[in-house]
C-alpha cells in the first residue's frame, strides 16, 4: 500500500488535505468495474474522465498494443512519420465529411485545443488575412489548461489564480445562460462588435460537458456555422469529449448535422490506453500549410508524443472495436434505459429538476442549497459508483463505457435510488417535522 506518497503528489484538482482523509487509489478494472485500495468494487460511471469508451482490460486495444510494442514503440515525429499513424489517419478521414482530411496528432485534448488556435491565426496568416487573430469561446466551457486552452476556457475558477491569460480571448454567454443572453443573436452581436476581421475562429463544444451537459438550442449550430462563414472565421468544435462514441455518433457533428472547420478530439479516441488527440482541419486549412521549401510553408508546431505508434495503434482498435460491436448504437440505447430509469427514480422528489440525455452522457439537476447538496453528494458517493457532482454545481454527470450492459445500467440506477432514499431519510432524521 502507498497511502503514504500521497504528500509526494498533487492529484488534479482535488483538495489534497482532504483527498489524503478518505483518497480513493485504482488498483484494477474490468470491464464498467475498477476495484480500489480496499478491494472494493466501484462502477465507474464516468469511464474514468469520459475516456474508457471500451471499459477496462478490453483485450483488442490491450493485443493492438503489444503487438505494436514488437515492431515499433517511438518514431521521429519530426524527421518521420509511422504507419499507423498513417493508418489512423487515412481511418478518420473514411469517418469524417469529404473535404476534411488531415488529422495532425497530439497526446492530450488541451494539445489539440492549441494546435487548432494556432492552425487558425496562421492559416489567416498565410492567407491575405494577418489581422484575424481573436477567438471567440463561451463563458461556463472547458477548453484545456494549457495558456492557450485556458484563455478560452470560460471557467472563472479554473482561470482567476494565472490571470492576466493570453490577449485576444472574447467570451460569449452560452445558450442555456440565464435571461437569454447567450442566445444566437448574442454572438452576432459580439463578432459585429468586435470586427469580424479581427477574429480568426469561434470555439465551442457540441454539448457543452462541464457546464452541464447542454445541448445547443435547435438553430444555434447552423446560425453560428452561417456566421463563420459569411466573416470567413474558422469554426472550431472541441469534440474532446463529445467524439468516438460518447453521444452515441462518431462525432457530436453527425448527431448535429453541422460540422466545423476543425474538430478536436482526444479522450476516448483510444478509450484509455495510450494518450492520443487530434486536430482533424478541411482541406483549405491544411492546404495551407504545404508548399514548396522556398515558401517555407509549414505548420509551425509539433509535440513529441504527438501520434507515436502505440497510441495510434490503440486508435484503431478502438474504432474497430467500436464498428464491429455496433456501440455507437448501444450508446443511444444505454442512455435512454439510463435517463428513463432515473427519470423513473426522480418521480417524487421535487429537488430534482431537470434530466438530459445525449447519447450516454446524462445528467440530473438538484434544486438544493449548497450544505445539503454537499450533503447529497456525500450520500451519492457512499453508493459504489462514480459521478461528476452533484456538489457544488448542482449538476451530476454520467458517462458509464459505451460497453454497459443494460442489467449494469438498472443498478446504477439503483445505485443512485439508494443515494437518494439515504439523503431524504438522514435529512428527515436531522429535522424531524414540528410535533
Ligand atoms: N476540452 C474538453 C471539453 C475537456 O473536457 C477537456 C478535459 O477534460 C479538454 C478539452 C482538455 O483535455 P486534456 O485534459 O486531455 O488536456
Not at 506518497?5 to 489534497?16: E, G
Request: net charge negative; glycine share 12%.
Amino acid at each position: 500500500m502507498h497511502e503514504a506518497a500521497l504528500s509526494k503528489t498533487l492529484v488534479d484538482l482535488v483538495q489534497m488535505q482532504e483527498f489524503e482523509r478518505n483518497p480513493l487509489i485504482l488498483e484494477r478494472g474490468e470491464g464498467v468495474w475498477v476495484w480500489d485500495q480496499h478491494g472494493r468494487k466501484i462502477m465507474d460511471s464516468i469511464s474514468g474522465v469520459f475516456v474508457v469508451n471500451l471499459g477496462h482490460q478490453n483485450r483488442r486495444v490491450i493485443d493492438a498494443i503489444d503487438d505494436q510494442h514488437g515492431r515499433i514503440a517511438f518514431a521521429s515525429p519530426t524527421m518521420s512519420t509511422n504507419e499507423r499513424m498513417l493508418e489512423l489517419a487515412e481511418t478518420i478521414d473514411s469517418l469524417t465529411p469529404p473535404g476534411m482530411t488531415t488529422a495532425k496528432f497530439h497526446s492530450g485534448g488541451s494539445e489539440a485545443i492549441e494546435a487548432a488556435i494556432k492552425a487558425a491565426r496562421q492559416y489567416h496568416l498565410q492567407s491575405g488575412s494577418p489581422g484575424k487573430y481573436k477567438v471567440i469561446s463561451r463563458y461556463g466551457a472547458y477548453h484545456g489548461a494549457t495558456f492557450g486552452a485556458l484563455s478560452a476556457t470560460g471557467i472563472a475558477m479554473f482561470r482567476t489564480p494565472f490571470e492576466p491569460l493570453a490577449p485576444g480571448f472574447v467570451h460569449v454567454p452560452p445558450p442555456h445562460a440565464p435571461g437569454g443572453i447567450g442566445s444566437l443573436e448574442a454572438m452576432r452581436y459580439t463578432i459585429e462588435a468586435e470586427g469580424p476581421d479581427t477574429i480568426a475562429a469561434v470555439i465551442l463544444e457540441p454539448v457543452m460537458n462541464m457546464a452541464g451537459a447542454w445541448e445547443p438550442p435547435l438553430g444555434y449550430l447552423e446560425g453560428v456555422r452561417d456566421l463563420c462563414d459569411q466573416h470567413g472565421i474558422v469554426l472550431i468544435y472541441d469534440e474532446i469529449v463529445t467524439a468516438f462514441g460518447r453521444l452515441g455518433e462518431w462525432f457530436g457533428a453527425d448527431h448535429f448535422g453541422v460540422w466545423p472547420d476543425i474538430s478536436c478530439v482526444g479522450k476516448g479516441i483510444t478509450g484509455g490506453y495510450a494518450p492520443l488527440s487530434a486536430a482533424i482541419m478541411r482541406d483549405h486549412i491544411a492546404e495551407s500549410f504545404r508548399g514548396t521549401r522556398e515558401s517555407g510553408r509549414m505548420f509551425r508546431h509539433g509535440i513529441t508524443y504527438g501520434g507515436n505508434p502505440i497510441s495510434c495503434s490503440a486508435a484503431l482498435a478502438v474504432i474497430a472495436e467500436i464498428s464491429d460491436r455496433s456501440l455507437l448504437d448501444a450508446a443511444k440505447q444505454m442512455g435512454k434505459r439510463l435517463s428513463e430509469g432515473l427519470s423513473m427514480v426522480a418521480t417524487g422528489y421535487e429537488f430534482v429538476t431537470g434530466i438530459r440525455a445525449t447519447g450516454l452522457l446524462v445528467a440530473v439537476d438538484f434544486d438544493l442549497p449548497a450544505e445539503r447538496l454537499g450533503r447529497l453528494g456525500e450520500n451519492l458517493r457512499s453508493q459504489a459508483f462514480l459521478s461528476f457532482g452533484p456538489y457544488p454545481s448542482g449538476v451530476m454527470r454520467l458517462a458509464p463505457p459505451l460497453t454497459i450492459t443494460p442489467e449494469e445500467v438498472d443498478q446504477l440506477v439503483e445505485m443512485v435510488a439508494a443515494g437518494l432514499r439515504t439523503f431524504v431519510g438522514t435529512s428527515l432524521l436531522e429535522s424531524p417535522p414540528p410535533a
